[in-house]
């Protein structure tokens, strides 16, 4: 096992000092808890540990943690050390069940009380006091700006550490692609968990309840994905019978949407969003080819997307034979109208087809200038260019551009 660089470890101990010291300080400041309190502390940190063993699954590769309602529940009910106490104990149960690695244990855990911490300093302050007898449309005022700061704090802690992982740095602009379409989430939770607490506050162990709807939503939420799984590898079959030149299907597409990749990070593209998209369309772009005609083409389109990404997907797929220069298009589009993804595609499944999937593959070289011949004309000139760029480093993300055979000369 790779050990893991000394700037992950020293980071990681700073924020775990930190994360101790205002805990240890809210301790200080807080009276001796009663038994409603312990009660409480006890269900809230029992619904974190659920939460962080039991994500829930929202896509094929995509979980979503629930701890978030539990955590603005305990803001809410609890002083603030033991709404620190009951998070940071749940989430250190549930990295031992999980046997976590030590470091992203500590991290997690250090997180976990940090973000609550910021989130009970903020919302006091947004409700000019204590929030235990505000009313509930004072309190969810006040919560906006404190899962906000929350949700701030956490992704800044998280990512800085992911950053010295790779040993590389994150743009605001790529922290915001990354975690956007988590904002949503966090805020339903967040108000799940302000409704939890005022319903509980005078039958406390009613708290607990809240794991049954979690239940629910997880089993929901893992059934639909399995089921959306299982109709996506039968569609990744039906693409893999469409064969080119007698080889197989499946191959083309694999490498056709692990150039998507390497082409999209070339240019650069920042939405990881769009990139995945755009390799995920690399991979059963072949399904706009089924029956010849267009029509099918576009329900092999339109089938895709709706097990990928949506209209995006669709429009990749469905825009990806279009000119750059908008000749012989059907819909009218051209230049930078026409979705980056397809225009990136246009590129990848070319020179796929140039060099391996034909009878006659021609030299990566003799193959680059063709597609410089219709840089400007047929492709995008700027993708055609990442792919130069692509071709000098000779590698794909999880492939190289050149691992396949391809003829000598042209």
Known sequence: MQKPPAALRTYITVVALAATVVGLALLRLSALPS??????????????????????????????????????????????????????????????????????????????ILRTA???????????????????????LALLPAILAMLTLSILLVDIAVGLTLRRRFSAQQVWLRHRSGLGHEVTLAMLGLVCAYATMDVPWVLGLMA??????????RDGVALRQRMLTTLTQLADLTESGGLSGRAHGERVGALCIALAEALPVRDSDLIAATAQAGRLHQLAALGGGSGVGE???????????????AAIVRHQSDRWDGAGAARGSRGARLPLGARIL?????????????????????ALTILKAERGRRYDPAVVDALATVLASGETRGATVLLFPVAATG
Request: proline share 5%; with cysteine; charged share 10%.
């Open 35 to 112: 038994g409603f309190d312990w009660l409480v502390a006890g269900q809230v940190a029992a619904l974190v540990a659920l939460a962080r063993c039991y994500p829930v699954h929202l896509a094929p590769k995509s979980k979503f943690s629930l701890d978030t309602a539990p955590t603005i529940a305990a803001l809410f009910l609890l002083p603030p050390a033991y709404a620190v106490l009951s998070v940071g104990v749940g989430m250190l149960a549930g990295e031992l069940w999980l046997r976590a690695r030590s470091l992203q244990a500590v991290l997690n855990v250090s997180v976990a």
């Open 346 to 366: 246009a590129v990848a499944d070319a020179y796929d087809h140039l060099t391996v999937n034909t009878n006659t593959p021609v030299s990566s070289v003799t």
């Open 212 to 221: 049954v709807p979690g239940a629910l939503i997880y089993r929901s939420l």
């Open 118 to 140: 910021a989130g009970i300093a903020v919302l006091g302050l947004a409700a000019g006091g204590s929030v235990h007898d505000a009313s509930l449309g004072r309190a969810a």
């Open 299 to 313: 329900r092999g389109a339109a089938l895709a997307a709706s097990l990928l990404s949506g209209e995006a997907a």
